[in-house]
C-alpha cells in the first residue's frame, strides 16, 4: 500500500481534545504569537537527498501531532521520509533495511550545544511501538536563543554527537531509525521554545534556502505531501 498510510508514524499517546490547548484546523484558536511566529535561528533541513514530508504544518489535515501532548510540544512537528515511485520502502518493509531513510544521514538543522541525548534504545520491527520510550534515540540542541531542536527515533548506536558538544549547521549528527514511538523508519523533527521531549512549547520552524517541489524557497514552511531538499 502506497506510503503505508495505515500504519502511524508516532504512537499517539493521549488524544487531546481539540478545546484545550493551543489548537484549531486553521489555527484560530491559537494566539498570533504561535501562528505568526518567526523562527529565530538560521535552520536548514536536516538532512541530504530529497525527503517526503509525510505530516507537518498548522492545520489538522497536515499537522497528526496536534492531537497529542495537548497541542504543545509537537504541535508543530515534521516527519520525513524518503519516498521513490511513491512508496516510503522497497519488498514487504518487513525490515527496517526496507525503508529508504533508514540510516541515513542526518545533520543539525542549526548551530548550537547538546542538551540532552539517547543512544542505547533497539530500533523496532517494522509495525511495532515502543511506547515506555516514545522519543526512542533523539538529541535536542540549545541554539542558544531561546529556541530548542529535538530529532527523534534515531537509530541505535548512530549518534556521533555527546553532551556538552558545541555543532555546526550541517554537521552530522547520526542517522535515520525507528526507535521508540515509531512504527516505521523516519525522522521526526520539532522546534520548541523550552526543554522537554514531548512537554515543551511547540514553534513552528521556517526553513532556509531549500527546495520545495523544485521550486527555490528562500525561508518557508513546508507541510505535509511536498518533497523537500536543501540548497
Known amino acids: ?21 493551543l489548537m484549531g484546523d486553521e489555527g484560530k484558536l491559537e494566539e498570533d504569537i504561535y501562528l505568526n511566529y518567526q523562527t529565530v535561528t538560521d535552520l536548514e533541513l536536516p538532512f541530504e537527498e530529497e525527503w517526503h514530508i509525510e505530516t ?21 512537528a515534521y516527519d520525513f521520509t524518503i519516498e521513490i515511485n511513491g512508496w516510503i520502502r522497497a519488498g514487504d518493509g518487513s525490515k527496517n533495511e526496507d525503508h529508504y531513510c ?24 517494522p509495525g ?3 511506547i515506555d520510550q516514545p522519543g526512542g534515540n533523539y538529541i535536542i540542541i540549545d541554539h542558544l536563543n531561546g529556541e530548542l531542536s529535538i530529532m527523534a527515533h534515531l537509530k541505535k548506536g548512530s549518534i556521533i554527537v555527546a553532551v556538552g558538544d558545541i555543532i555546526g549547521k550541517g554537521q552530522e549528527v547520526g542517522q535515520t531509525g525507528n526507535s521508540g514511538a515509531s512504527s516505521v523508519p523516519h525522522l521526526h523533527y520539532q522546534l520548541e521554545g523550552t526543554s522537554g521531549l514531548l512537554s515543551g512549547l511547540g514553534l513552528p520552524a521556517q526553513f532556509l534556502n531549500y527546495y520545495e517541489d523544485n521550486i527555490f524557497i528562500e525561508r518557508g514552511e513546508p507541510v505535509r505531501g511536498q518533497k523537500v531538499r536543501k540548497n
Open 1 to 21: 500500500m502506497k506510503h503505508i498510510k495505515t500504519i502511524f508514524f508516532a504512537v499517539i499517546l493521549i488524544l487531546a481534545s481539540c478545546t484545550k490547548g
Open 56 to 76: 507537518g504544518g498548522k492545520t489538522h489535515r497536515d499537522g497528526a501531532h496536534h492531537f497529542t501532548t495537548h497541542g504543545v510540544g509537537e504541535r508543530y
Open 102 to 125: 533508514f540510516g541515513k544521514r542526518l545533520n543539525a538543522p542549526g548551530n548550537g550545544t547538546i542538551i540532552e541525548m539517547v543512544n542505547n534504545i533497539e530500533d523496532n520491527q
Open 128 to 130: 511495532n511501538v515502543n
